[in-house]
């Protein structure tokens, strides 16, 4: 079946590090893929997201690309912060409902 | 802030009860989707609905059971409680036209 396959976590990085999350995905189609983040106590929000294949999604310095060939969607951040140590959730739509990764919490130290 | 209003937000109750959850989805948004998140299971779909009938189903148990009203909120009904069914409850709603979901806040259901 449909699945999304994360790194362990946690990451833990410095401040202004270069930051990667993998994520691999395994769907029949081309499914849309999302990541989402949970900061401690809050809900999740929908970080950026990609429809097809080498789109790639960007907010806030975050930046993933919709491999088809590797199917992989990847996040990163070339430089983060303390205020984004979080859980990070990438996900594919399939037939209208979200299939989640485990989640990878990522923790920035000043 | 989403748009997407979940009460209440945390809730405490014994095995054996009975509880409901509210979600109040985006203006204009139909479809309404239930997760459930917990340490053993992660975020999983429970169910969805869209402009008032059901559309899916998931890993929902039997002892769940949904409905979504004429001014499209929704309600998560949870009956003969157990230790297990403690965990995060989200909803989400989708609007026309995309596939993006947008998450409520949360509900933290405990069950002693």
């Known amino acids: 079946g449909d699945s999304v396959t994360q790194m362990e976590g946690p990451v833990t990085l410095s401040e202004e590090a270069f930051l990667t999350i993998n994520c691999t995905y395994t769907a029949t189609g081309y499914p849309s893929l999302f990541w989402y983040v949970q900061y401690p106590g809050e809900g999740l929000q929908l970080l950026l997201k990609?429809?097809?294949?080498?789109d790639k999604g960007s907010n806030k310095g975050f930046e993933a690309t919709y491999r088809k060939e590797t199917t992989s969607f990847h996040l990163e951040k070339g430089s983060v912060q303390v205020s984004d140590s979080a859980v990070y959730f990438c996900?594919?739509?399939?037939?209208?409902?979200?299939?989640f990764g485990t989640g990878t919490r990522l923790q920035v130290f000043p | 802030d989403s748009g997407v209003t979940q009460t209440p937000k945390h809730l405490i109750t014994a095995t054996g009860q009975r509880v409901t959850l509210r979600c109040s989805p985006r203006?204009?948004?139909?479809?309404v989707y239930w997760y459930q998140q917990s340490l053993d299971q992660g975020l999983q779909f429970l169910i969805q609905?869209?402009?008032?009938?059901?559309?899916a189903k998931g890993n929902i148990l039997e002892r769940f059971s949904a409905q979504q009203f004429p001014d499209l909120h929704s309600e998560l009904n949870l009956s003969s409680l157990e230790l297990g069914d403690s965990a995060l409850y989200f909803c989400?709603?989708?609007?026309?036209?995309?596939?993006?979901?947008?998450f409520g806040p949360g509900t933290r259901l405990t069950v002693l």
């Open positions: 989400a709603s989708r609007g026309e036209g995309t596939d993006t979901q947008y």
């Open positions: 996900a594919l739509s399939k037939t209208d409902k979200l299939i």
């Open positions: 990609a429809t097809k294949a080498d």
């Open positions: 609905y869209y402009n008032g009938e059901e559309r």
């Open positions: 203006s204009g948004d139909l479809s």
